[in-house]
């Protein structure tokens, strides 16, 4: 199984079917995929028929590939899967930055890789700043990243309940489900 796999098997235990609910700027949804998004990608039918398959296409097409997460998985699988979660609720830019942010703070002054442009864009420059850190800093590396990455995720979930009062219908199962 790969890392996209697994991923995409979390992704869809955590959204589960399709789902309508009246405080989602998202609208109609089915396995997490919004009506906008599966339209973009090209599905026509109803959301509550929207195919697996259409939805782990449109996840690795939409979320995955664009981030480079398997030459992150390369380097982690489980902070691939982090980032994965993160562009998935927040988009992908979000999950970008985030990563780009832990790097920079992590390079000990730029001693073990320069520090990078947060752009939202995991490129070359990215993958390979993150395949030096965990080089050099293993597995308590590994942890450090999933902590901080968490950290923000959390931190975001709260900024968006107090910003928007309709998501509060949603933060405690963000923060329940992934922080």
Known sequence: ?????????VTVSLYGGSSNHAADRGGATNYG??????????YTGAMGDLPLEKAKEIYQRRY???????????ASEPIALKLFDIAVNMGGGTAAQFLQRVLNVLNRQQ????????DGAIGPKTVSAFTTFMTKRTAEGEMAVLKALTS????????????????????????????
Request: no cysteine.
């Open 33 to 42: 995929i919004t009506e906008a998004v599966a339209r973009e990608n090209g």
């Open 111 to 118: 001693a073990d890789y320069p520090d990078m442009t947060v």
């Open 1 to 9: 199984m790969t890392a996209f796999d697994k991923a995409f098997e």
């Open 64 to 74: 995955w590939s664009p981030l480079r997460l398997d030459g992150v998985a390369g």
């Open 152 to 179: 923000l995720q959390g931190a975001r979930y709260i900024e968006l309940a107090e910003n928007r009062e309709q998501n509060e219908a949603f933060v405690f199962g963000w923060l329940v489900n992934r922080v």
